[in-house]
């Protein structure tokens, strides 16, 4: 026998269900409970840099959209700062960097509206290239799934960023790589999350 | 150069598996291919932070907070209360709960959901708190009630309370479920069978707290949830990547 260590355990993961909606965005399930929402405004009023749009799809393994998935962003403002005390530095006032976004009940589409991150801090040296952290929960999802979105207009940083380098077979990088396009002057990027199959994107056990 | 500490790594033993066959909406929701582990940089250690604007103080009473002026909602008064820890067991303080339930009946208010049993007109089934500076945390709701769902042909889940939980960085996000102890249909349900660890289905399961009852008023349920630690030692980096 030894001592015991007295660590906790985690307490257990489950699925988020059907009706996530109820208790993470009551509007969507169908009625209005609270003075405001919380993650439909990511960037505050007085966020710099380019406003974007990010859209896409969940995919399962049949190849059909989830309808009822529900995603968190977490996010740098354009300087590579997180509105966090270790974040990297200040933030525009009312800058949180966190955002809640749920699929469309009949198509499955998503997207919300952001500003562009800057690059982040590396873990030890030099940085990041600019992305975000996504979040992902639904019915029939066991624990929340963690992944990245990179951009397409991003090719050096991307090369030369640690977590991509992390991923051994290179074409399974562009899983995480969002595709730009432009509309009415504003980018728009698409990021469609393949949950199982050749194309499956990366998840990161963070 | 000094790195803030790291979470500890998930203990992948006490969750469940993405792909749980007899859970079967997670057959086509699991990935297969094996998640890339990534050592924490400033993406993951941070996460958001909420404060007392962001909610009112009555979103924590399921009692009130839908229901009309002078009434209630029908079912069992209860306080669902705890602490939120980690795994260093210190609490996690101001971070965002927030829970969500079917009513006595277990009827979701919910677009989708068609159970038969009654929507209750005062109950919306939605609350969210701060926990205060000892990672102290409580609810007023009544109690849910158990529901048919579509699985096996006959399968019911256990009456519980959905729970949302941030911590203090992005890799501390957990949603979970709370069950009530001595309910039959916890060892039976596909959904809690998915965690492959006894001990942890005991850990999600709330206590009767006699002690923190409201004498004829509300029954009490204790339920700590723990999210996970973080390295307090400094340490030698490792050069990430390439």
């Not at chain 1, 985690?10 to 996530?20: D, H, I, K, L, R």
């Not at chain 1, 969507?28 to 974007?52: C, M, S, V």
């Not at chain 2, 705890?82 to 979701?108: C, F, H, S």
């Not at chain 2, 004498?215 to 999210?227: E, T």
């Amino acid at each position: 026998m030894s001592q015991d260590l007295a660590y906790l355990k985690e307490s257990a993961s489950q699925t988020a269900g059907p009706y996530v909606h109820i208790g993470l965005a009551p509007g969507a399930a169908g009625f209005d409970i609270y003075r405001q929402e919380l993650g439909h405004d990511i960037t505050g009023p007085n966020a710099k840099g380019d406003r974007i749009r990010i859209e896409g799809r969940v995919i399962d393994g049949m190849g059909a959209p989830i309808k009822d998935v529900l995603l968190e962003v977490w996010q740098a403002n354009a300087n590579g700062h997180y509105a966090h005390p270790e974040g990297g530095g200040e933030v525009e006032d009312g800058f949180r960097g966190w955002g809640r976004v749920i699929s469309d009940f009949d198509t499955g589409e998503w997207s919300f509206e952001t500003v562009k991150p800057g690059k982040t801090q590396g873990r030890n040296v030099g940085t990041q290239a600019p992305h975000l952290n996504f979040w992902i929960v639904a019915r029939g999802i066991n624990i929340g799934l963690n992944t990245r979105m990179y951009f397409e207009d991003e090719v050096e940083a991307n090369d030369a960023d640690p977590v991509l380098n992390l991923i051994e077979w290179k074409h399974r990088r562009t899983t995480l790589i969002a595709q730009r396009s432009e509309e009415g002057g504003m980018s728009v990027y698409r990021f469609d999350i393949q949950l199982q199959g050749e194309n499956e994107t990366v998840f990161f056990d963070v | 150069m000094t790195q803030p500490g790291e979470f500890y790594q998930r203990k992948r033993t006490v969750h469940p598996t993405a792909l749980t066959p007899d859970y079967k909406t997670s057959v086509a929701r699991s990935p297969r291919y094996s998640m890339i582990s990534l050592q924490n940089s400033v993406s993951e250690i941070t996460g958001p932070r909420f404060g007392h604007n962001d909610i009112d103080t009555d979103d924590n009473d399921l009692l009130k907070n839908y229901a009309k002026a002078d009434e209630s909602p029908i079912g069992e008064r209860i306080i669902l209360h705890g602490r939120v820890l980690d795994e260093n067991a210190r609490p996690v303080p101001n971070t965002l709960v927030e829970i969500w339930q079917a009513n006595a009946g277990g009827r979701y208010r919910h677009k989708k959901d068609t159970y038969l049993a009654p929507i209750d007109p005062n109950f919306g089934g939605c609350g969210r708190t701060l926990s205060d500076e000892n990672g102290y945390f409580y609810f007023r709701t009544v109690k849910p009630g158990a529901y048919p769902w579509r699985n096996m042909v006959n399968n019911w889940r256990p009456a519980h309370i959905h729970v949302s939980v941030f911590g203090s960085g992005f890799v501390q996000r957990l949603i979970t479920q709370c069950y009530f102890e001595g309910d039959p249909l916890i060892p039976i349900c596909p959904i809690v069978q998915t965690i492959p660890d006894a001990d942890a289905i005991d850990q999600l399961t709330a206590k009767l707290d006699l002690n923190a009852t409201i004498p004829l008023d509300s029954i009490a349920y204790k339920f700590d949830i723990v999210l996970r630690g973080r390295r307090s030692t400094l340490f030698e980096n490792r050069l990430e990547g390439n």
